[in-house]
């Protein structure tokens, strides 16, 4: 998560219109980022719950 958070910082301050950004539009797009990796990760493991392991099929 954070890899991807700082690579979206870094693409942020490439582009001209989003270098001048408040502190709080930031804020918001970051936990906007966040909650959207939060909801893929749960995601993965339901699915992992669900279809279990070759070794263990549930």
Do not use: Y
């Not at 890899?3 to 539009?25: G, H, I, Q, V, W």
């Not at 493991?45 to 279990?52: E, L, M, P, R």
């Amino acid at each position: 998560m954070a890899l991807r958070l700082n690579t979206l910082l870094a693409e942020l301050k490439f582009r001209r219109p989003c270098a001048s950004m408040t502190k709080d539009k930031l804020k918001r797009l970051f936990q906007a980022e966040l909650d959207r990796m939060n909801t893929m990760m749960d995601d993965i493991v339901t699915v992992a719950q669900v279809t279990g392991t070759h070794t263990d099929p549930r």
